[in-house]
């Protein structure tokens, strides 16, 4: 366990540092640089290259590189252009929003995708399951934007249950009891979008590995034992059929990440995605890279996370 | 000699085991969805690529202020956008456009990824361990907001550049999974035996383990082509496809992202919605048909 944990580690380091230097190497090719967040653009071309040569933005790549890295493991990304606050502040501010989103997102999925992949395999080919799989069917192929726009139109727009935009009520102050619900209520409807389009391949997964633990031998001998059908389905099936499923949570988070960015676009709420699109827009860079950089991260430690999971519940994985 | 011969022929004749095609024909035969769909592919590829050889594109995506927003009526068969533009002109023309980066995509990734994996996979030891670890690199990369940015430093972009950057992050599926396959291929006796004979690595693996793939290439890359028309909408969607003087079908569903024409003017937008709909679940029966096809244990007669 240990042994693969840790090789699986130093496989990563190198993917680390290398999407830094491709971060960085698409820094260097969008127009602007660190300079052009900080002054007027209206000031002296001599006074510019001074501040250039001063700053550095003259020596070669390596040696802009390295500060650069260093400057992040500080925690220093630089200046947003637009928003005038350093990207690190602005980040965080960001982060908080959609790391809710997301959590809420994750909760909704296993919620759904666990009774639903259970009664599709346990009762496979009864109408039940036929129902399922003709949902898992349609939303596995449903883009995740036309089925938000869809779910954002019916519920947000014509049947006014939920707010169509922004992440809280304005007026509330933070900390009280109403401004955490308002904060729900606001994240909901994006959160259940999501999950219902993300779910659909954890059921379908879920319905095929039950059906295949169903046929195995112990669970024969477990019958023949005299095991309730409650207890073979709980204690026997089950256990083998939702390790897999841990092992998917890794996976589940880069997959959230890609799908933020649409949600959050969708129901204008102001979480990282957004400020991704905006600042591309806004054409505030340095804002841009730190964000690709962290969301770059983020789905190597999601993976990373997967892979251990996975040689914890499947040993066999472990012994290459 | 000749009662020989044709002993020969009616013994072939009996053991003959239906082709491959032969199996795919039948099995798509018998999934009336999968034929219902598959018919309906080809004629919106005929309907589509026909019709917008007829059409001006430039008439299309002028715009006309004086018939901005206007319901379905004669005139304008679908209404019309907030640039007075024909809708049902532009879902023509931008189903085009999403078919032809699909396909244009698929294919580049389709073949740069079997190759990819082929050499991965038939080569084995170091060779293979170097190529996916460049792969994995590859794969952790957060795909969406990449492209993103890339399409937005690349100054001016046509259909090609666009494709490129898609393909460019989109091959790992396929090489990864050709990989696996050639990893098991290259242990069977015949590539054993042709190796024996003295015939090239090269001459190997393109005119005897490529063909025994093809089945499972034909699968994967139908089923990669609606995915990538999902991600081309999706990106246009987002405002990073075409300009809105190329338009896609994202491009059409992008502006209810205008509260009021989501609320108000359908007509924008649901007819696009529904056909990058229609157009992903059709694609995927065929290609699902043709899964089982090639899959014996599953296949439905």
């Known amino acids: 366990m240990w042994k693969f944990s840790i090789r699986r580690i130093m496989i990563m380091i190198p993917q680390v540092i290398l999407l830094s230097i491709i971060v960085f190497m698409l820094a260097k090719m969008m127009p602007g640089d660190a300079l052009t967040g900080l002054i007027d653009p209206n000031v002296d071309p001599n006074t510019i290259a001074e501040k250039r040569e001063e700053l550095g933005l003259n020596d070669p790549w390596y040696e802009q590189y390295t500060r650069w890295v260093a400057g992040v493991f500080t925690g220093d990304l630089g200046q947003s252009f637009h928003f005038k606050m350093p990207v690190s502040e602005l980040v965080w501010q960001r982060i908080v929003n959609s790391f809710w989103l997301s959590l809420l997102t994750l909760v909704l999925t296993y919620l759904i995708a666990i009774p639903l992949g259970i009664t599709s395999g346990r009762y496979n080919d009864s109408w039940a399951d036929r129902l399922i799989t003709g949902y898992t069917y349609i939303g596995f192929a449903a883009p995740l934007f036309i089925f938000a726009l869809v779910m954002l139109w019916i519920f947000g727009f014509h049947l006014g249950w939920f707010p169509t935009g922004g992440s809280v009520k304005p007026g509330l102050t933070p900390g009280t009891f109403e401004y955490v619900m308002s904060k729900l209520y606001h994240m909901l409807l994006p959160a259940l979008s999501m999950a219902l389009i993300t779910t659909v391949s954890t059921v379908q997964y879920l319905r095929s590995e039950i059906i295949d633990t169903k046929q195995k031998d112990f669970i024969l001998t477990a019958r023949a034992k005299g095991a309730s059908e409650s207890r073979v389905y709980n204690r026997h099936i089950l256990r083998n059929s939702l390790l897999p499923i841990a092992a998917f949570f890794g996976y589940e988070i880069t997959g959230l990440i890609g799908g933020s960015i649409f949600i959050e676009n969708i129901f204008g709420y102001p979480g990282m995605g957004q400020l991704f699109l905006n600042s591309i827009l806004l054409r505030d860079y340095s804002v841009v890279t730190s964000l690709v950089l962290l969301f770059g991260i983020l789905t190597i430690l999601g993976t990373l996370l997967s892979d251990i999971i996975l040689s914890l519940v499947d040993p066999r994985i472990r012994i290459k | ?301």
């Open chain 2, 1 to 301: 000699m000749e009662t020989n011969k044709i002993d020969l022929g009616k013994g072939s004749e009996i053991v003959k085991s239906p082709s491959g095609w032969k199996i795919v024909g039948r099995e798509i035969m018998r999934d009336k969805v999968a034929l219902f769909s598959l018919i309906f592919l080809i004629a919106i590829m005929i309907i589509v690529y026909g019709t917008s050889l007829l059409l001006d594109v430039r008439e299309i995506v002028k715009v006309d202020l004086f018939s901005i927003h206007q319901p379905p009526s004669e005139e304008f068969l679908l209404g019309t956008d907030y640039g007075g533009r024909d809708v049902f002109g532009q879902l023509i023309i931008g189903t085009r456009n999403s078919l032809s980066i699909g396909i244009l995509v698929t294919l580049m990734t389709g073949a740069i990824g079997i190759i990819y994996g082929l050499v991965a996979g038939y080569f084995g030891g170091t060779v293979d361990n170097i190529m996916m670890r460049i792969l994995d690199f590859f794969q952790v990369l957060p795909f969406l907001m990449i492209v993103i940015v890339f399409v937005a430093i690349v100054p001016k972009y046509s259909i090609l550049t666009f494709s490129l950057i898609m393909t460019a992050f989109l091959w790992m599926g396929i090489a990864r999974l050709i990989r696996s396959k050639a990893l098991q291929e290259k242990e069977l006796d015949y590539v054993q035996a042709s190796k024996t004979l003295g015939t090239s690595n090269f001459k190997i693996m393109f005119t005897q383990v490529l063909p025994n793939l093809s089945s499972l290439i034909i699968v994967t890359m139908t089923l990669n082509l609606a995915a990538n028309i999902g991600l081309e909408s999706g990106l246009s969607f987002l405002g990073f496809g075409f300009p809105e003087s190329t338009p896609s079908l994202g491009t059409l569903v992008s502006y209810a992202r205008n509260p009021q024409t989501l609320e108000f003017r359908w007509w924008v937008w649901v007819p696009a919605s529904v056909l990058i709909l229609v157009l992903m679940l059709s694609i995927n029966n065929v290609g699902q048909a043709l899964k089982r096809a090639t899959d014996a244990r599953q296949r439905r007669g």
